[in-house]
């Protein structure tokens, strides 16, 4: 035998949208993501996931979102016109804009452009998959840990 | 060629016990070895599963299935682990691993699975499957420790059956030695040796035990067999001199002697060929015997009756004369007759020259004797002047002798007559009573001689009988002149007549001292006497009852005594009743 791998291509002809998977991958960032221990708060504070513009996106996250839990903290959706409506937020989707750097924010955006322009993580659709494209140095300017798991993942790239 | 049979039996049990004893422990530790190493392997893949599925969550989380791939190929360090699967939380496929070189044909072992979770977030499951490659090499070991282990042990237990059973077939093989040896030789003296107290020691000493009472028992045989041998030779000898000492009988036997089997002779004497004048008694074998009995005679010879009878009578011989003989047989069973034959030829003439003597005296004296009695009665009258007193108790005497022997004569010449068959008897119907008084009258005057009465009693009115009247008054004179005699004087002689069963019967009963015992078997018979002296003081022939018998005889009637009770002896004759009543004719 002489294949020595098999994986399935048959994993996103399923019924999920790609809204729908950008939002679990949202929800899945809470775990593989450390963020500095004074920027979440209490424990009874939730992760605040914030969605720049693209509100029928935000309507898509939130019915993901809904009474889950990472880590112990339950997730709350921030609807913001521009990215500056969201700084107190842990995570900021921004489909369309620049990424936002700030201290303690997960910067998301679309594309692999907008992680090599900055932000931390984008989201790169390549045959209908939905492949992350990640910048460590973002994070790291950022105060944010990614996981190995995650980096192992995702395709790495460096600031210009 | 000794049977070694029993020893390897026992051996062959010996190693068998061993070997499967060997082999259930050897089974038992291989199971548990095998037991353990599955639950090790199980332990190990479970932890290596979840190690992967730990790896694999981020792939999974973010759908990456190539990646998830990657994470399985690392798979490839463990050559244990046959295939992976890594499946969503919704059960689709999402990476999968197969061993490289890995043949399908040989089945999994194990399979173990395992959920793949983040920080709590469940998010599919890994499956690991084993074939337990290793699982084949370690049985490969303990069965080949096993087989060395079972060859060496099995070694050890053949050399140590071989010390153990010596210990049992030792003494079994020494006993069927001994009983062959027994056997081949036919010797019970030999003897088993050894008794351990044990079951073959019980069944030594119970075969040396057996071996004795045979020996003892074919002594006993041997000894039995001797003495029946030494019996049978005595007998023999003693058998083979009886038949001599009887065939000398046989043969020189003065009478022949012949054996009629089944009426044909089949054995004879010389003196049986004398008697016949045969040359050989052979000539006279073969024939009947019958044939030379007159007609009336063969009844006697009949085989068909048994018993003994003799007769006498007039026999042909070979030469064509003619031998009075005497012919005694005796009937034996089956129908087997013994003939014993004497010449009486010299006898019978003896006899016929005896009785004419006699005819021809009697004859003579009778004639003197009439002119003597009648002399005498003239004497006695008076007829020639009266007796002088003196001479008249001598006439007297001279009278009563001459008439005693006048009555002796007849005497001698009835019987002459009556073996010669000449006396002539009147037959006519009688009267018993009448002839009773008749007989009583005549002999009143003979009774006072010897003071005695004659009484008649019990007497029928009358008893028709046929007969002589003569010869039946000489029975009843005879028989009432012996009671007379034999009576003591002043004694009364008792004469009755009864009726009995179609027959008269006379008594005559005297009160005299009986006949002697010694007497009574010859009384019938001619010149009977019972004590010669005695007879003579009382006078008499000897004759009386011999002629009286013959008398009765040709009447059909019979003669017998007996003692009467009260002392004395009871004479009595019986004769057939007359049956019609012609009538009455006198005497």
Same mark, same amino acid.
């Given at each position: 035998?002489?294949?020595?791998?098999?994986?399935?291509l048959?994993?996103?002809?399923g019924?999920?949208s790609?809204?729908?998977?950008k939002?679990?991958f949202?929800?899945?960032?809470?775990?593989?993501?450390?963020?500095p221990?004074?920027t979440?708060?209490?424990?009874a504070?939730?992760?605040?996931?914030?969605?720049?513009?693209?509100p029928?996106?935000?309507?898509?996250l939130?019915?993901?979102?809904?009474?889950?839990?990472?880590?112990g $903290?339950?997730?709350s959706v921030?609807r913001?016109?521009?990215?500056?409506?969201?700084l107190?937020?842990?995570?900021?989707?921004?489909?369309?804009?620049e990424a936002?750097r700030r201290?303690?924010?997960?910067?998301?955006?679309?594309?692999e452009r907008?992680?090599a322009g900055g932000?931390?993580v984008?989201?790169q659709?390549e045959? $209908?998959?939905?492949?992350?494209?990640?910048?460590?140095?973002?994070?790291?300017?950022?105060?944010?840990?990614l996981?190995?798991?995650l980096?192992?993942?995702? $395709?790495?790239? $460096?600031?210009? | @060629?000794?049977?070694r049979?029993?020893?390897?039996q026992?051996?062959? !049990?010996? @190693?068998?016990?061993?070997?499967?004893?060997?082999?259930a422990?050897?089974?038992?530790m291989?199971?548990?070895?095998?037991?353990?190493?599955?639950?090790?392997?199980?332990?190990?893949?479970?932890?290596?599963?979840?190690m992967?599925?730990?790896?694999?969550?981020a792939a999974?989380a973010?759908k990456?299935?190539?990646?998830?791939?990657?994470?399985?190929?690392a798979l490839e360090?463990?050559?244990?682990?046959?295939e992976?699967?890594?499946?969503?939380?919704?059960?689709?496929?999402?990476?999968f691993?197969?061993?490289k070189g890995?043949d399908?044909?040989s089945?999994v072992?194990?399979?173990?699975?395992?959920?793949?979770?983040?920080?709590?977030?469940?998010?599919?499951?890994?499956s690991?499957?084993? /074939?337990?490659?290793e699982?084949?090499a370690l049985?490969?070991?303990?069965?080949?420790?096993a087989? *060395?282990?079972?060859?060496?042990?099995?070694?050890?237990?053949?050399?140590?059956?071989a010390?153990l /059973?010596?210990?049992?077939?030792?003494?079994v093989?020494?006993?069927?030695?001994?009983?062959?040896?027994v056997?081949?030789r036919?010797?019970?003296s030999?003897?088993?040796?050894?008794?351990?107290?044990?079951?073959t020691?019980?069944? !030594?000493?119970?075969?040396?035990?057996?071996?004795?009472?045979?020996?003892?028992?074919d002594?006993a045989?041997?000894?039995?067999?001797d003495?029946?041998?030494?019996?049978?030779q005595?007998?023999?000898?003693? !058998?083979r001199e009886?038949?001599?000492?009887?065939? #000398?009988?046989f043969?020189s036997?003065?009478?022949?002697?012949?054996?009629e089997?089944e009426g044909?002779?089949s054995?004879?004497?010389?003196?049986?060929a004398?008697?016949?004048g045969?040359?050989?008694?052979?000539?006279?074998?073969?024939?009947?015997?019958r044939?030379?009995?007159?007609a009336e005679?063969?009844?006697?010879?009949g085989?068909? @009756?048994l018993g003994?009878?003799?007769f006498?009578?007039?026999?042909?011989?070979?030469?064509?004369?003619t031998v009075?003989?005497?012919?005694t047989?005796?009937?034996?069973?089956?129908?087997?007759a013994?003939v014993?034959?004497?010449?009486?030829?010299?006898?019978k003439?003896?006899e016929? *020259?005896?009785?004419?003597? *006699?005819?021809?005296?009697?004859?003579?004296?009778r004639?003197p004797l009439?002119?003597i009695r009648?002399?005498l009665?003239?004497?006695?009258?008076g007829?020639?002047?009266?007796?002088?007193?003196?001479?008249?108790?001598f006439?007297?005497?001279a009278?009563n002798?001459?008439?005693?022997?006048?009555r002796l004569i007849?005497?001698?010449?009835?019987?002459?007559?009556i073996e010669?068959?000449r @006396?002539?008897?009147q037959?006519?119907?009688?009267?018993?009573?009448?002839?009773?008084?008749?007989?009583?009258?005549?002999?009143?005057?003979?009774?006072?001689q010897?003071g005695?009465?004659?009484?008649?009693?019990?007497?029928?009115p009358?008893a028709l009988v046929?007969?002589?009247?003569d010869?039946?008054?000489?029975?009843?004179s005879?028989l009432?002149?012996?009671?007379?005699k034999?009576?003591?004087?002043? /004694?009364?002689?008792?004469v009755?007549?009864?009726?009995?069963d179609?027959?008269?019967?006379?008594?005559?009963?005297?009160?005299?001292?009986? !006949?002697?015992?010694?007497?009574?078997?010859?009384?019938?018979?001619?010149?009977?006497q019972?004590?010669?002296?005695?007879?003579?003081?009382k006078?008499?022939t000897?004759?009386?009852?011999n002629i009286?018998?013959? *008398?009765?005889?040709k #009447?059909?009637?019979?003669?017998?005594?007996?003692?009467?009770?009260?002392?004395g002896?009871?004479?009595?004759?019986s004769?057939?009743?007359l049956? /019609?009543?012609?009538?009455?004719?006198?005497?």
């Open positions: 035998m002489e294949c020595g791998v098999l994986f399935s048959i994993l996103l002809a019924g999920e790609e809204a729908e998977i939002a679990a949202l929800f899945q960032f809470a775990n593989y993501v450390e963020w221990a004074d979440l708060g209490g424990p504070e939730p992760f605040r996931v914030a969605v720049v513009g693209a029928g996106f935000a309507d898509v939130e019915k993901t979102l809904a009474g889950r839990q990472a880590a $903290r339950g997730f921030v913001a016109e521009k990215a500056d409506d969201a107190r937020c842990h995570i900021v989707y921004a489909p369309g804009g936002l201290p303690g924010l997960l910067a998301v955006g679309d594309g907008f992680a932000g931390t984008g989201f659709v045959n $209908r998959r939905v492949r992350l494209v990640l910048n460590p140095a973002a994070a790291d300017q950022a105060g944010l840990k996981s190995a798991k980096l192992q993942v995702g $395709r790495v790239v $460096r600031e210009p | @060629m000794r049977d049979s029993i020893r390897w026992l051996k062959a !049990i010996l @190693m068998a016990v061993s070997a499967s004893a060997l082999v422990a050897m089974g038992a291989v199971a548990y070895d095998v037991r353990d190493f599955r639950k090790e392997a199980a332990q190990r893949l479970d932890t290596l599963a979840r992967v599925g730990s790896q694999c969550t999974l973010f990456d299935p190539k990646t998830g791939a990657e994470i399985l190929r360090n463990d050559p244990s682990v046959a992976a699967r890594v499946e969503t939380k919704n059960g689709q496929l999402f990476a691993y197969v061993r890995r399908f044909e089945e072992r194990l399979e173990v699975t395992a959920p793949v979770v983040e920080a709590g977030e469940h998010l599919g499951t890994i690991l499957k084993s /074939e337990l490659l699982l084949d049985l490969r070991r303990d069965v080949t420790v087989g *060395i282990v079972l060859f060496f042990a099995l070694f050890a237990a053949f050399l140590l059956s010390r /059973e010596r210990v049992i077939t030792g003494p093989l020494h006993l069927a030695d001994t009983v062959r040896a056997s081949e036919g010797d019970y030999i003897r088993a040796r050894g008794a351990s107290g044990n079951e020691g019980l069944l !030594i000493d119970g075969f040396n035990a057996m071996l004795a009472q045979i020996q003892e028992r002594a045989l041997l000894r039995a067999r003495e029946l041998e030494l019996r049978v005595e007998r023999t000898v003693a !058998i009886s038949e001599t000492r009887y065939r #000398h009988l043969e036997s003065p009478d022949a002697i012949l054996i089997t044909v002779v054995l004879a004497n010389p003196a049986a004398s008697l016949f045969a040359e050989t008694p052979e000539l006279l074998l073969g024939g009947a015997l044939a030379r009995v007159p005679r063969r009844d006697a010879l085989v068909r @009756m003994e009878a003799t006498e009578d007039t026999w042909s011989r070979l030469d064509g004369g009075d003989v005497e012919v047989v005796i009937h034996l069973p089956h129908r087997v013994q014993v034959i004497r010449d009486i030829t010299r006898r003439e003896a016929r *020259i005896k009785n004419e003597f *006699i005819s021809t005296v009697s004859h003579e004296l004639t009439t002119s009648g002399s009665g003239l004497l006695a009258a007829k020639l002047g009266a007796l002088p007193p003196a001479a008249r108790p006439v007297e005497i009278s002798d001459c008439l005693r022997l006048v007849n005497d001698l010449l009835d019987i002459q007559k010669a068959g @006396m002539d008897f037959m006519k119907t009688q009267d018993l009573v009448g002839l009773v008084n008749q007989a009583v009258e005549a002999n009143r005057s003979y009774g006072r010897f005695v009465r004659f009484v008649v009693r019990e007497v029928p009358t046929r007969g002589d009247g010869r039946l008054i000489q029975v009843l005879n009432l002149s012996n009671a007379a034999f009576s003591p004087r002043g /004694e009364a002689v008792d009755s007549v009864d009726h009995e179609g027959r008269y019967l006379v008594s005559v009963r005297d009160r005299g001292p009986g !006949i002697p015992a010694e007497f009574r078997d010859r009384i019938f018979q001619k010149f009977a019972a004590d010669s002296s005695d007879t003579r003081q006078g008499g000897g004759l009386g009852l009286c018998k013959a *008398i009765l005889e #009447h059909e009637g019979s003669i017998s005594f007996e003692a009467a009770p009260g002392g002896t009871l004479f009595r004759f004769l057939p009743e049956a /019609e009543q012609p009538a009455l004719s006198s005497v």
